[in-house]
């Protein structure tokens, strides 16, 4: 049985106590960050930690990313903490900021996907905060199947786990709706692994130029430092098509396809920032913050509508938009049309 806590009125400690108690217990709890949903567990527990890979179906070698509450829980974690490192937590933490780091031997090699580093972000979703502090660093992936779209909803996690985990916390939608970005301060230059819900404009302005990794741009890998570099990831059950190009090209060649892929028999939903004539059509809004917002949610709204083929319109690369086009290319396993 799945208990759900609803919090979506705000934070009651009294409910933050229970699901820590869980937590605690070596059991498993989804709760609400600024970005996505999270499958929370003990991080210093490796029987624990293991059930979050069972629960999602997730590669052993798929490290997790710890969430603590204050700075001085990482130095319990991370064996060095360079320079940048300080610079960055005290500008951006709490916030969507995930720092790789030199992991110490307390940290369990399960939690690191085996690796000699560990991920940590400081989440500052208040939910978050008080569970952390109520009892200990959090690991939690994305409270998703592994290959599914993110959760930003309670319903989300309810749909991939309800009976399968111990404790959901509903908090409401997420505020940002894409996971953390990723920043590998391990090695001698500051490498992005991941794009997320904090520019990487806004870390450059702190530490300077940032190397950008390759698997960023769908390069394969053959160790992941970080979630989302190596497997499949944010796919729904319908084939997603992003359609990329100059704005006016983009939203002919959108109509062009729907007409094709309609006049084969399909289902087409459309996935944009204006309103195209479809089978089923998400508008994502008019702002990066919007659709980025709207993303994840967008890909589950539009399978749960039963459509066969998912265009994707695609937006600039800037600020938000670099995490949003990586969700979007890796979601549709990089079938992309050029307009």
């Not at 052993?60 to 509450?69: E, S, W």
């Not at 592994?146 to 409401?172: L, N, Q, W």
């Not at 060649?253 to 459309?270: A, D, M, T």
Request: aromatic residues 6%.
């Amino acid at each position: 049985m799945t208990v759900v806590i609803n919090m979506r009125e705000g934070l009651d400690e009294r409910k933050v106590r229970i699901a820590a108690r869980f937590i605690l217990e070596g059991k498993l709890v989804a709760f609400p960050t600024e970005t996505v949903y999270g499958l929370g567990a003990d991080a210093l527990n490796e029987k624990a930690v293991k059930r979050i890979f069972k629960a999602k179906g997730r590669p052993a070698d798929n490290p997790l990313i710890v969430h603590i509450a204050d700075f001085k829980d990482l130095n319990k974690l991370a064996r060095e903490i360079p320079e940048e490192a300080k610079l960055l937590a005290e500008r951006f933490w709490p916030g969507p900021l995930t720092m790789v780091l030199p992991k110490k031997d307390e940290v369990p090699k399960v939690t690191t996907g085996g690796l000699d580093t560990v991920a940590v972000r400081m989440p500052s979703h208040p939910i978050a905060l008080a569970l952390i502090r109520a009892s200990t660093p959090i690991a939690a992936p994305s409270a998703n199947v592994s290959g599914r779209p993110s959760p930003t909803m309670a319903e989300h996690v309810i749909d991939d786990f309800y009976g399968k985990i111990e404790c959901v916390i509903d908090g409401g939608e997420t505020k940002i709706g894409v996971e953390s970005t990723v920043i590998d301060l391990s090695g001698e230059k500051p490498t992005l692994l991941r794009p997320g819900g904090l520019p990487l404009e806004e870390i450059e302005r702190v530490i300077g130029e940032v190397e950008i990794h390759p698997a960023v741009r769908g390069k394969l890998v053959d160790v992941a430092r970080s979630p989302g570099m190596k497997y499949k990831h944010y796919s729904p059950e319908a084939q997603v098509i992003v359609v990329e190009g100059p704005r006016e090209r983009v939203r002919e060649k959108i109509k062009e396809l729907v007409k094709e892929y309609q006049g084969q028999g399909l289902c087409v939903g459309v996935m944009a920032t204006e309103p195209y004539e479809c089978d089923e059509f998400f508008h994502l809004g008019g702002t990066e913050e919007e659709v980025a917002r709207n993303l994840f949610k967008a890909l589950r709204e539009l399978d749960k509508r039963g459509v066969d083929i998912i265009i994707a319109e695609g937006i600039e690369e800037r600020g938000l938009g670099f995490a949003v086009m990586n969700r979007l290319r890796k979601a549709a396993g990089y079938r992309i049309i050029w307009a």
